[in-house]
Structure formats: structure tokens, C-alpha cells
């Protein structure tokens, strides 16, 4: 019995790292709520390279959304998430990439970059081909620093 088939894949929520930069309370990265990571999570991430490979064009132009959010760690931190981005843009003007980040992992300029590269997908009525960056701040004024 198969379960999915590339062929009608439509949807892809695609973890490019476990690394992070935050230390959330109860995140299951850390070992029994400790600010340790857990030994058995070796961290790594989906490159430019490997990205490629395990999503060709043709995957890319069937698929009407991916998102980069992380159980484990945050699409921000990973080093070639901006040439992913680019590179799904080079391959379909279909595809729509939503995003869920802390955004406490690079520097102003870098996001002004990104951000250029996400305009040019802006929301129109009645399109679901947007781009969009959700910022999720974690705590509050008081409490920020600590995550």
C-alpha cells in the first residue's frame, strides 16, 4: 500500500536544520528540559547541494507550497536558506514558501536581502503564490533575552 506518491505531492514542509540559535523552554532539542541538547541529535542541515538533489525542478514546479519551519531547529539558521530560496524561485513562479523563524540569527542586512527576495512574491487577491516570513518572537520584554 502506498501512502504518498511524488506524483501527487503538493505540499512540503521541509526541515533544512536542526540547529538553533534560541533555547525555548521545552523544546524537545534540549535532553529532559535541561539547556543540553539531546546526545542523540546530531545537527546538520540540508545545503544548496542537497537540496538539489532531493528536489529536483520538476518536483519544485508541482509543488504549490513549501514550508520552512523547525521542531528541532529554525530555517534561519541554515547557512544556504537564502540560495534555496533563490533557487526555487529559478524554478517555478507557482511555488509559494511560507517561513517560521525567530530571526535572532543574522544580522539586519542579510533579512533586508531575503526580504527583497520574498517581495517580489507578494500576496494578490485571489493568488496563493505569496511568500511570506513569520517572525516568531518568543516571550516577552522581560523574558526575550532568555530564548
Known sequence: MNFWNKQELSQMHIELTN???????MCVRFFRNSPN??????????????FKQYFPPHIIKQTALIL?????GD????RDLYEICEYIEQCSDTTAIRMNTNGGMRRAAW??????LFS?????QGSDTYWEIIFS?????????LY
Not at 20 to 25: D, L, Y
Not at 68 to 72: I, M, S
Not at 120 to 124: D, F, M, T
Not at 137 to 145: C, F, R
Open 19 to 25: 540547529a538553533c540559535n534560541a533555547a525555548c523552554p
Open 37 to 50: 541538547v539531546r546526545p542523540d541529535l546530531e545537527i546538520g542541515q540540508i545545503t544548496i547541494d542537497k
Open 68 to 72: 520552512f519551519c523547525g521542531v528541532h
Open 75 to 78: 530555517p534561519g539558521t541554515a
Open 111 to 116: 533579512w533586508s536581502k531575503l526580504g527583497k
Open 120 to 124: 517580489g512574491h507578494i500576496r494578490s
Open 137 to 145: 518572537i518568543d516571550g516577552l520584554e522581560d523574558t526575550n533575552h
